[in-house]
């Protein structure tokens, strides 16, 4: 499940501090930028499609809310992981001019699009195949814009796999800003997003209506 890996990802990070925001119909922020990772990992298990009962995909404005909790940081490496099962179709603003105002403001945002292409789904009549309405060319170019990566997860072993290659490739940029830090000495004692390692980081998940597995 989408939940477990979000929840094994925050646990190996160390001194980052990460927030949630979730959208469906609209979008809002579950859990503020904390280092209380029991705090983020109940949070996270909590999420059920009955907070936001209603269907849609708010896209842009989760990326909107996310800014606006990371501009509350002075955390020089900032950056979003965007889940997603579904296009956008429901909001104020749509994704690309919400990657636009991130790209200003250097968050980088890794985006991940949920779902095989065609998926089974079991009714009263019987199976039925299901065509994914997720909008690859859209996560594309959200992650283009802000120096981010698009990728696709069809399972949860899949899922697993792109978290672990966020962390490590975030981990290396992590280092080159330490070392920065250390010749500085302390100019960023107000750091919210990472304290130490310099990264705040926000986990946008959409409501999955649609199964990883078929």
Same mark, same amino acid.
């Not at 927030?19 to 469906?24: H, K, N, P, R, S």
């Not at 980088?108 to 699009?113: E, Q, T």
């Not at 949920?114 to 019987?126: A, S, V």
């Not at 919210?192 to 986990?203: K, N, Q, R, Y």
């Given at each position: 499940?989408?939940?477990?890996t979000?929840?094994r990802f925050?646990?190996?990070?160390l001194?980052?501090?990460?927030?949630i925001?979730?959208?469906?119909?609209d979008a809002?922020?579950?859990a503020? $930028?904390?280092l209380?990772y029991?705090l983020l990992?109940?949070?996270?298990k909590?999420i059920n499609?009955? *907070?936001m009962p209603k269907?849609g995909?708010?896209?842009g404005s989760a990326?909107?809310v996310? *800014?606006?909790?990371?501009?509350q940081?002075k955390?020089?490496?900032q950056i979003?992981i965007?889940l997603?099962?579904g296009?956008s179709?429901?909001?104020q603003?749509?994704?690309?001019?919400a990657?636009? $105002?991130a790209?200003?403001r250097? *968050?980088?945002?890794?985006s991940i699009? *949920?779902?095989?292409?065609n998926?089974q789904?079991?009714t009263?009549?019987?199976?039925?195949t299901?065509?994914?309405?997720?909008d690859?060319?859209?996560l594309?170019?959200?992650?283009?814009l802000?120096?981010g990566?698009f990728?696709?997860?069809?399972?949860?072993q899949?899922?697993d796999?792109?978290?672990?290659i966020i962390?490590?490739?975030?981990?290396?940029?992590i280092?080159?800003?330490?070392?920065r830090e250390?010749?500085?000495?302390?100019?960023g004692?107000l750091l919210?997003?990472?304290?130490i390692?310099a990264c705040?980081? $926000? $986990?946008?998940?959409?409501?999955?209506?649609?199964?990883?597995e078929g």
């Amino acid at each position: 499940m989408a939940k477990e890996t979000a929840a094994r990802f925050v646990d190996g990070r160390l001194d980052d501090r990460i927030g949630i925001v979730l959208f469906a119909e609209d979008a809002f922020s579950y859990a503020p $930028l904390t280092l209380d990772y029991d705090l983020l990992k109940t949070q996270i298990k909590s999420i059920n499609p009955n *907070i936001m009962p209603k269907e849609g995909t708010a896209m842009g404005s989760a990326i909107a809310v996310a *800014i606006n909790r990371m501009e509350q940081t002075k955390s020089p490496s900032q950056i979003m992981i965007l889940l997603t099962d579904g296009a956008s179709n429901r909001g104020q603003i749509d994704p690309i001019t919400a990657a636009n $105002l991130a790209k200003d403001r250097r *968050i980088k945002i890794y985006s991940i699009g *949920i779902g095989k292409e065609n998926y089974q789904r079991r009714t009263m009549f019987g199976t039925q195949t299901i065509k994914s309405d997720l909008d690859e060319e859209t996560l594309k170019q959200v992650s283009e814009l802000t120096k981010g990566k698009f990728f696709r997860s069809t399972n949860e072993q899949s899922l697993d796999e792109i978290f672990n290659i966020i962390s490590g490739m975030e981990k290396v940029e992590i280092k080159e800003d330490h070392i920065r830090e250390e010749r500085d000495i302390y100019p960023g004692i107000l750091l919210t997003a990472g304290v130490i390692l310099a990264c705040s980081l $926000l $986990l946008m998940m959409s409501f999955f209506y649609n199964p990883l597995e078929g």
